[in-house]
């Protein structure tokens, strides 16, 4: 079985074929275009990194490759044989191209085996019964050829993230795949995880199959990578070969030289008035270590790094929604244990990173959204006064020109930019002092985006203090007063006077701080 | 379009459910003639009674995202409970019910606190209530059908009109009237709301969704115990099955009326009409000589031709989407 899959492999070089060929692919979602000429290829054997910055197009070409949706124009080839427009996912996987996607697609409660084999059982000859004996012993013989440390009656449930990451790459190597895309692969990892991970992506070069790795950790990019692919703003902007590889440069293209239009909004400035949140030594198992800052009044203060860095983590411990392990929190000069009404009592408000899962009550009206952060206003005794509730859903609705300005349409029925206005505005009503914001303005359309950066600043002026993180670099530069930087569930560098670029934020995510380029 | 056009549509979903009911009253009193009679309506009211009462409190289950399928034998449990405590112990009536109601909280308890303390789905829990519920009933009554003889002024809550009404039609309505607030004016009515919706976001905002589930479980309970009480009054009679199966009718009514069983939306008005229509189907078919046997069959294809017509599904919609083509108005 390996020498005929060595054999292909060799032959695959010989041929020195092209895996994959993507030309002048063009994309557009209604309007904005997405794609714009985009050439791409892959070779057989090859590790190829796709970078770029949230938004450049890294998504919609893994999804026109695996047929999840369709280009508008442009030519793709793979393995010899051309795709037309009308790709389709299922297709893509009959060709071999395999996904691993962030959010694992393993079926809980079952095996190794069965999730290996779904759809695909072997037999008991001519009877429609699962030959789990033979399953079994095709599956074990799968994980033994790349030594994985597993067994095929393990339940899923039982295994580690890092573990049923390798079912799904045996789960894409059992359907024959050619290709494997890998999409933020080690963002839930750890590192000894990661480190085998990359160990078994090396052995499927070896095997002659392409592996398609997309990254925000630039040195994972550097490791691996024989070349690499750079996208800014729906335009292939470079492809590196393998000594042209270097992580600084990489960051130099996916931000480019032209962002000096919003430059002066770039200085960090320090605040000397009063401190609202002292935050001091505070640490929570496996999710964030040895955390201290200081927040003042009226400040606006970035939390950056990539996902997984421990962000969401700090400023959901803050608010009181996961506990914290160790250290201590003072707030307005009082020391603060936090709990999510306690919070909201104070004058916290807390806008979620994901709006449909966490922001909104899609089917509630906006006055029911607004209403239920603020029964402590509206509440007579036990009830609640609909006159007063009514009124504040105006106010909202008024403050953030919230459209439409109707309060009884439900929520799910506004746009994205306008589902955002209604759960920051259910806290602008109030009595607030500190605005914990997370990826605010993820899916918004650029109108709603700048009356939100104008909002917080409305806020900062009139003395609220606000936490904002996010992964929107130009967002967390362009408004932030100071910056801290996680990484590894640690800040490892604080912007607090002078300019700073997108460059100096990302290379501090990604652990090249200053001059420290690899 | 239009807000005038909107608000119009507003309008005809809320009366949506009261015309399918006006409707159902047109063709049964069609086909029978003694159906529009003022007897038998106030009969009908008075059957219609338990359910409605047990809806009251039922509907908290769904509206937070839940169930409660142990309500029918919590009712059969309370009469069996009131009459042993009036009749064997000879406690006074009042008490008496006060510890059968203070019983049904405690079952309430139970199924709230394992629901969301222990993660065990209401589905299963209430099933298992409903199972070991039953099981008490049957020991406690020792299988039979017990008549209750006393005491005088339990049984008159059953026989008594007051203009023209018997009781537990007042305390029907007094209880929808009491759910109606409860739902729409209070914080624990969008406190359930928030957590059917969005459990998250509900959380996010300073709601405690398990002490908001708890207490619709005890409602939950607490209604069906006074549905029981009523019940054994109308009847004159406690036994285990008595209610057995009313769970569904319950379910039926609050769906009927608009109740989602995800959670998030529910109507106390809306299970009220639910429950009449019930309540109706079944007595048309008593009116019409219908032999029991076909009963089932016709019940379930009503309810689910009202509950079709409820959704607001028009043919050429479904027409239009089976052949593939665009909706206009999408």
Redesign the interface.
Known sequence: MSVELMQSAVEGTVASGRLLECRNITKSYNGPIVLDNVDFSMKRGEIHSLVGENGAGKSTLIKIVTGVTNRNSGDMIFEGKAIGIEHSKVASQELGIAVIYQELSLIHGMTVAQNLFLTKEPRMSALPFIDIRKMNSLAQELIERYGFRLRATDIIDDLSIGQRQTVEILKALNSKASLIIMDEPTSSLTSTESAQLFSIIRRLKDEGIGVLYISHRMEEVYDLSDRVTVLRDGHKVAVLEKEQIHPAEIIRLMIGRNLDERDTLHEMRRNDREVVLDVRNISAEDKFTDISFQLHAGEILGIGGLVGSGRTEVVRAL?G?DPLNSGSVVYLGKPWKPH??G??RSGFG?V?EERR????????SIT?NI???N?DVV?KY???S?KKELELARKAIGLLNIKPD?P?VPVGNLSGGNQQKVVVG?WLIRDLKLLIVDEPTVGIDIGAKEEMYQTFERLSAAGVSILLVSSDLPELIGISHRILVLRKGRIIKEFAEGKVTEEDVLRASSGLIEGDGK | MSLDKNKTKRLLENFRLFFILLLLMAVLSLMSPSFLTLANLSNVLWSVCIIGIMTTGFLYTPITGGIDLSVGSMASLSAIIANALMNNAHIPMVPALFITLGFGILVGLVNGVVTTKFRVPPFIVTMAAKTYLFGIAMLVSNGDTITIMGPESFLKIGVVKVFGLPIPVYIMIMMVLMSHVLLKKTLFGRRSIAVGANEVSAKLSGVNPDNTRIVAYILSSGAATIAGIVMASLTQQAYAPNASGYEFDVITAVVIGGTSLLGGSGSVVGALIGAVMVGFINNGLNLMNMPASYHPLVTGAVILVALILNQGVSLPAIVRKQMGRPDPNA
Do not use: C, E, H, N
């Open positions: 608010y929604i999510v009404s919070s909201i807390f979620p899962l966490q922001g909104i009550m899609g089917a509630i029911g209403g239920i952060t029964l509440r036990g009830f609640v609909d109707d009884v259910k």
